[in-house]
């Protein structure tokens, strides 16, 4: 299944609290609940301004659909073509 990296542009994203974190993903992982398991949530990172997501789902359209659904920008969505790190230069 396709991997997809989301860039979600939310204004003081860095500084929201636990609790407002905990919201927003409480809010997300409803809506994947209701949309089934085709689309997956991996992990966020937050930064300053924005939020990176990395998402499996079948394709493009089913991280617009959650994002429309709950609400979150996604004003980048990225298709992953391949993974490296470190080991990657053995």
């Known amino acids: 299944m396709p991997k997809f990296i989301i860039e979600r542009e939310l204004q003081g994203a860095g500084y929201l609290s636990q609790e407002e974190l905990q919201g927003i993903s409480q809010k997300s992982c409803g809506v ?3 949309m089934g398991p085709e689309i997956q949530w991996v992990q966020s990172f937050v930064t300053g301004d924005k939020v990176y997501c990395v998402y499996i789902a ?3 359209a089913h991280i617009k ?3 429309q659904k709950g609400g979150f920008p996604a004003n980048a969505i990225n298709r ?4 490296i ?3 990657t230069a053995d």
Request: aromatic share 0%.
């Open 32 to 34: 994947l609940r209701e």
């Open 58 to 60: 079948p394709d493009e």
């Open 65 to 67: 659909e959650h994002a």
């Open 80 to 83: 992953v073509s391949s993974v």
């Open 85 to 87: 790190d470190p080991t």
